[in-house]
């Protein structure tokens, strides 16, 4: 298991990559998306933007999860061996998250976020930010939200990688998608973010974890914002995961932790399995995999395209 740091040094180190607000137009509607960039506000002026890499992170999370992710590719932004060209990476906060709007339906698809997610890229492009061909990467809820923003766009996407994989309900009984769905909401009402993350926190990770890393995860599921929580609980209970990745035709890596509780082993092979790639698994790793292996995830994330394994 990966080495945590302290629990200050994280808050100060995702502090480093601040929370940036994009404002753009949607059938007629003003709207914005927050983000971090791994570029700090010391790399802008000396770095081409040209981002390669999109972080989509999942349900009770937001852009912060990605500390490590962004950290790695702001020290990696010029060509470096074993990592070329690796360019800006970018991490959303989804509608409904920290700063972004929320959408306007109660129970959105997964396509409803995709056309958000090309719409703030776009505003982006539209300001001179260079958008290469991308690689998606998702965590849990997020792999809905990518593997439909792939599906949307598929000429600019290149590669998806999909982390803990949330398959979604659709495929269950409406008895069991009711009880999943109600039970989030009722743990919401009841607790709010700061006590379901609480409540929650410890299923993100597997024993034994530091405090710090422990607290960090509490931290950042305490900001979520109940309504964009409730939009995506929604969407969980309608989405079906393995129906997106019939569309999809790009380079796909699938992986989690052997120690998930809440997309267990067997259901993040099935994702893998449904495209006929390699599930690789990251040992002693909980749900949150980016952040307890996150060197793993890092690599894996980043590795060469050479060695990326297509669908």
């Known amino acids: 298991m990966d080495s945590a740091p302290s629990h200050s040094c994280m808050i100060q180190a995702i502090e480093g ?3 940036q607000v994009c404002t753009y137009t949607f059938e007629g509607e003003a709207r914005q998306i927050s983000y ?3 570029l700090q506000e010391g790399d802008k002026g000396s770095a081409q933007r040209a981002v390669t890499h999109v972080l989509l992170h999942g349900i009770g999370s937001g852009s912060a999860s990605w500390l490590h992710q962004l950290q790695f590719a ?14 800006e990476v970018l991490a959303w906060d989804a509608p409904g998250y920290a700063l972004s709007t ?3 339906n109660l129970a959105p698809t997964p396509q409803d976020y995709a056309q958000q997610f090309w719409a703030w890229l776009d505003a982006l492009e539209s300001q001179n930010v260079h958008l290469k061909e991308l690689t998606l990467v998702g965590h849990s809820l997020g792999c809905l939200m990518a593997t439909a923003a792939q599906s949307m766009r598929p000429s600019r996407v290149k590669r998806l990688v999909l982390l803990a994989p949330a398959i979604g309900y659709a495929g269950a009984t ?3 998608r009711d ?5 989030r909401l009722k743990n919401l009402n009841l607790l709010g973010p700061k006590g379901m993350a609480e409540k929650r926190g410890h299923a993100m990770l597997h024993a034994p974890v530091s405090d710090e890393l422990l607290d960090y995860v509490k931290f950042i599921m305490a900001q979520v914002i109940p309504q964009g929580y409730a939009q995506a609980t929604h969407m969980l209970s309608n989405a079906d995961l393995l129906k997106e990745l019939e569309r999809v035709d ?6 989690s932790g052997d120690q998930d509780v809440i997309t267990p082993l067997a259901s993040c092979q099935s994702v893998a399995k449904q495209k006929n790639v390699v599930h690789q698994v990251f040992t002693g790793s909980g749900h949150a995999c980016h952040l307890q292996s996150h060197e793993q995830v ?4 980043f590795k060469s395209s050479h060695q990326v394994q297509s669908a």
């Open 17 to 19: 990559f601040k929370v």
């Open 36 to 38: 971090r960039s791994s």
């Open 74 to 87: 702001n020290a990696h932004c010029s060509s470096q061996q074993g990592h070329p060209n690796l360019g």
């Open 102 to 104: 929320p959408l306007p």
């Open 174 to 176: 409406q008895e069991v």
């Open 179 to 183: 009880s999943k769905r109600d039970e």
């Open 250 to 255: 790009c380079a796909l890596s699938v992986a």
């Open 298 to 301: 890092t690599q894996l994330i």
